[in-house]
């Protein structure tokens, strides 16, 4: 296994290709720098339009930035040779609405009528909170960021439905409002959050003990801010009860060709000013 | 018949009545002021993924800001009672490939196997070009935005593919960066221009004959700027050669009541700061 410090200067095609082979498992927050990373949904194809009508209903916690063909494992709008089986660091594998197992490739379970979603990830914003200033207390400690299930119902869309997951960061008290602005620029990671203040308002008990990732400090002088979360469509397989389903393992995405900087999230676009 | 004067201080509600009430059959530019429009397009649900697909891939010419459930005509998360059978001022019907029949009601030809979509329109950013004093020729003339084929490839999806259409609007020489800029900022309508200058660079021999809408002159110290355009999709059902497919007639959108400067093209979502 390599370590996350070596993997930091890779390339995203570099990098894909150490975990493709198998010598990384962790989660990418700070590797495949400057490139979009994503969350990651695979499902039966007879179920998959509607799960992409869910995306649409709910953009905020699940930004489309690319889906494959029916059956075809290779991602070609997100970049070189991305193969979903296995270029994701760690996949869970749900079966009737429960997560059985964690794996890191899904090549046994892969089938011909499978569609795989990449939907975008908050570490897009959060380069650009840092670029502000703005610390980002899990990547500096190199932890997962905490995630929590709310009591804000999604829009639903065939058998998809449940609360949002929301990821928290604290926030200096005086630059809520400045996070919130930076944040809005980017459609294709969540946007901007969906609250700040009292966790209660939005139905999390209790901020030191996360549903996904890791607990995170309060800190002084900073309040909790909570942005829409790519895990979200888990908790909607979760309901689906879909007799298979596969999803990347929270904080564990899949790095991407595209720029986080691009208009459009698709590569090699034959025109663009 | 109420003339387009009457109806420029209608809410979109009240206008959507007068449509489907077959009171008012033309253009909506300039109606149903601050509210989203919308391009529509109606497919048989066994090819409404591929179609999802190639929006997906193709998010400048088609950004998707609602998809109906199979064989419901309510666009439940675009505005109030949007009945998407009689809400379009004018319909094409394409069969096998061909345009056959213009109508303004297609409750004859919806069938329980149809989805429809509703994909984001220029006439957002043209409001906001107005707003920076940028002239709109079109607008101002009270025609139909001249739209052109161009040589340039779409990324194909399932029986989806075709060259991408571009709306034109002349930019004055000196505003021409500015006005790339403004429209950056509207991903649910188009975003950037796709091309300003030459318009044989991408492939379009005269201006002054568009294959849809109405010509616009060359004007004096302007250049034309190309945008990617809500049109493309019919161009793409010509060469699919569906049995049966329903489209907007150009320039005659669905008016939604998502306000156009909404972060999210959702109506009444739960939470949202």
């Not at 926030?171 to 203040?197: C, M, N, S, W, Y």
């Not at 008990?205 to 400090?217: E, V």
Request: net charge negative; glycine share 6%; aromatic share 6%.
């Amino acid at each position: 296994m390599l370590d996350y410090q070596t993997l930091k200067s890779e390339t995203p095609a570099a990098l894909r290709q150490v975990i493709r082979e198998g010598h990384y498992g962790s989660h990418t927050a700070g590797l495949g720098k400057g490139a979009l990373q994503a969350n990651i949904v695979i499902l039966p194809a007879d179920v998959a339009l509607d799960f992409m009508r869910f995306c649409q209903r709910n953009p905020k916690p699940c930004p489309v930035i690319a889906v494959s063909d029916t059956g075809n494992p290779m991602m070609t709008t997100a970049g070189q040779k991305i193969d979903i089986r296995s270029d994701v660091p760690a996949y869970y594998i749900y079966r009737n609405g429960v997560m059985t197992e964690e794996v890191t490739d899904v090549a046994d379970i892969w089938t011909d009528d499978m569609v795989a979603f990449a939907l975008g990830c908050s570490f897009t914003f959060e380069h650009a909170l840092m670029a502000a200033g703005i610390d980002v207390w899990h990547i500096t400690n190199n932890t997962t960021v905490p995630m929590f299930k709310t009591a804000i119902p999604t829009v639903p869309a065939g058998p998809f439905s449940g609360s949002l997951v929301v990821s928290m960061r604290m926030i200096p008290k005086d630059r809520v409002e400045e996070a919130k602005a930076i944040t809005r620029h980017f459609p294709l990671a969540h946007g901007a959050p969906v609250h700040a203040g009292d966790p209660a308002e939005i139905g999390i008990k209790d901020i030191s003990t996360p549903d996904w990732g890791d607990p995170a400090p309060e800190l002084e002088g900073h309040i909790p801010v909570f942005w829409a979360c790519g895990v979200t469509p888990q908790a909607a397989i979760q309901n689906a009860k879909l007799p298979v389903c596969i999803t990347h393992k929270p904080g564990h995405m899949l790095v991407t060709d595209i720029p986080d900087d691009a208009e459009v999230p698709i590569i090699n676009l034959p025109n663009s000013i």
